[in-house]
């Protein structure tokens, strides 16, 4: 079913501060699960896109960190837009509407150029955070990384110091924080209301300091099922990618509420 909706830019508004159970995040990967169910074909075929564009990085390249860096950005900057069509089907699920892959990303057209800025955003955080890194790692112990020809062929989290690899991670959790902080809802939110870049991380910020216990234990059920995509060498990120895509909308539904409903 095909059908034509009227969008109108709408101002979200959050009189009562709600606050979500701890648990919540939950329900939120339960309900999705049901998406994937309705839209198989379409939400597999995200999976597919996201899992083939890691294997290819990976496969092709070195596990030294200037590599796994661009690997990051790339995915920081097209995973959210492909996410915002896995929002699509979630919210056209809700209306008791089954698309295809082709038309979840009739909405996406319209607010494409609100979504590459935002993505733009992330991708900015991903560069600060290996620019900062490098720094700091510059700076204290005199040396960024093992030379990338050392791990063309070996392992660079072998070859890398202890100092090093803690460096990087303590920078790359703080920074990645941040981007959580303005994301938990940015993409929805566009897609539903058509609001700015702005307006859309203010309002993910709002939630994300109103909610703060049940917002780290949805980040952590997003890094663990993350890792566990790696442990599968990607090929769990088929699923992996669109469940946690379909339980965006589902924390949108919940942790913001504007005039529409």
């Known amino acids: 079913m095909n059908t034509v909706h009227a969008y109108h830019h709408l101002k979200p508004t959050h009189p009562n501060n709600i606050k979500i159970a701890l648990l919540r995040p939950f329900y939120w990967l339960k309900s999705s699960w049901q998406d994937l169910y309705y839209h198989p074909a ?38 959210p837009i492909l996410a915002a069509g896995l929002c699509e089907l979630s919210w056209r699920h809700e209306k008791h509407e089954h698309l295809d892959f082709d038309h979840s990303l009739s909405r996406l057209r319209k607010v494409q150029n609100t979504l590459y800025r935002f993505a733009g955003v992330l991708l900015g955080f991903s560069l600060i955070w ?113 469940l946690l895509g379909h339980a965006t909308w589902y924390a949108y539904r919940d942790l913001v509420k504007d005039e529409m409903y």
């Open 130 to 242: 290996f620019a900062l890194s490098a720094l700091i790692l510059s700076v204290t112990i005199g040396s960024v990384a093992p030379a990338i020809e050392l791990t063309v062929w070996d392992n660079f989290f072998a070859l890398a110091t202890t100092q090093q690899l803690a460096l990087y991670a303590l920078s790359g959790g703080l920074l990645m924080i941040a981007a959580f902080s303005i994301s938990v809802v940015s993409i929805p939110a566009i897609i539903e209301m058509d609001i700015s870049v702005k307006e859309a991380m203010q309002l993910s910020f709002k939630v994300f300091i109103t909610n703060l216990p049940t917002m780290a234990v949805w980040g952590v059920l997003i890094v663990l099922l993350f890792l566990l995509g790696l442990s599968t060498l990607m090929i769990g990120m088929i699923v992996l990618f669109p």
């Open 42 to 79: 379409a939400s597999f075929g995200y999976g597919l896109i996201v899992t083939s564009l890691m294997l290819m990085t990976f496969l092709i390249t070195s596990t030294h960190i200037y590599v796994i860096a661009a690997a990051i950005c790339g995915f920081m900057f097209f995973g």
